[in-house]
């Protein structure tokens, strides 16, 4: 054998999980030229080996394709380090600290802004502003909560975005306001673009040192490629300049932004910005479109009334008319529509767009899907399987913890509340699951998702009853779903997704092997390499 058929790195003594139904056992894989040559046993792949071969001896430990992202915010979360960053933090004491500190060690920045507060730290999750004003009087403070939908302001950023007790609440959003009718300082959803209009934004060079800080973290929790789920124009610069340049070693899907107010009009730009994106491991061929809001403020679309709420059930954020004509047009020329859907109205909305494109255009391959499906209507869920639509998850809610028992559970009731995360019932009826993240929403650890998919249990509480026992995944379809499930979503699966002779080699190592009784639970697995396309990304 020439040296040059000899492969470039060799993978023995691994535990091989292909992700593929066909292959038998493997504990041997090798690469050359940045694909995969070779998946089977140790003795087999030795003879192959050449002096210009490194080779990765394992002791059993997991080697498994890398781990894919179906919807992650890495920009907003690469970002984070500048900002004041509460998610580590678990009262309204620590948060104010925090931003007490913040605030004092950046004199300079005429804005505090940051994100990572828990709607359960405060009453009906609405934190005032006059916590805010007695630490920070003379700036603006904008503060994002941990799922991105609600916003903590102070006196004078009201005062600076011209919020008062005139300001009418948007239809896509909420002013909370006190007894007196005066914003209270906690904005929902729509309402908080009021303010995003006069916060600083992010520069280039900003959003270039984002992608870069997300990369390295993301790569160290084993992930190769993503969907980003929000990508606006400037966004979008930033990565294809990153690809252009080289180092944008991930795979990338950009999910474009579709403005709620925006019309027809607008796809002619989605395609301007689509055929100049197509630069190294970057594509732009996915539409992000915006539903609905989140439950715990009721601005999620529900299909009946929320307890307790006087006949309240939620608007869509696009208007059904609208988004039946953009979808059918996107689908047309071959965009993928990522639906934003939490509430059952909001699914199926979704659904019901996509059998109108079918309808409209044929079967296609776009592969639309919805994700964070948290409560789904008994009918709706056989129809994702029947219409092709991903269910795009975001397993690591899945557990009962105090947002669902405070505020999800009694605006939602008993009976509704047992529709919520029907993995396994999406699954049993035919769909394909994607996983993601929704980071910085939650962990970007992957196998801290794939625990909780599992068990429906929050790592930090591991002894407490699962969350709807049902609809616990099996091992296999949780790896399955950040995996090869992911990478159908992101188009990616003809060449990586699974461990198999022709694919890129796009591959993760970790430190234990999975499959064994007495390494505890997979969330406390660690990566040790990330490789794409067989070159190192990531050493522990």
Known sequence: MSSSDRPDLVFIGAAVETMTDEAGPADAVAVRDGRIVFVGRSADVRPLIGPGTRVVDLDGETLLPGFQDAHVHPIEGGLLSRECDLHEL??????????????TAHPERDWITGSGWSLPTFPRGEPGRELLDVIVPDRPVFLYSDDGHCAWVNSRALAVAGIDRSTPDPADGRIVRDAGGDPAGTLHDGAIELMYRHAPKATHADL??????????????????WQD??????????YREAADAGWLTARVVAALWWERDAGLNRIEDFERQRAA?????????????????ILESQTAF??????????????????????REAVIDLDRRGFQAHFHAIGDGAIRL???TVEAAMAANGLGDHRHHIAHIELVHPDDVPRFGQLGVVANMQPFWASDDDQMRTLRVPVLGPGRAGWQYPFASLLRTGATLAGGSDWTVSTANPLLEIEVAV????????DVAPFLPDERLTLDAALQAFTIGSAYVNHLDDETGTIEVGKLADLVVLDRNVRALDVGPIGEATVRQTFVEGQEVFSA
């Open 302 to 323: 529900v299909t009946s009334p929320y307890t307790g709420s006087d006949g309240w059930a939620g608007n869509p954020f696009i208007d059904p008319d609208l988004l």
């Open 90 to 103: 678990d009262d309204a004491s620590a948060y104010l600290d925090a931003v007490a500190a913040y605030a």
């Open 277 to 293: 994106s197509a630069v190294g491991r970057l594509r732009a061929d996915s539409v992000k479109l915006m539903l609905d809001g």
């Open 208 to 225: 270039l040192d984002g992608i870069r800080t997300a990369q390295r973290h993301l790569h160290s929790l084993g992930i190769t490629a």
């Open 350 to 352: 979704a659904l019901d």
């Open 229 to 238: 789920a929000h990508v606006e124009a400037d966004a979008l610069a930033a």
């Open 455 to 462: 068990t429906r249990v929050a790592p930090e509480t591991r």
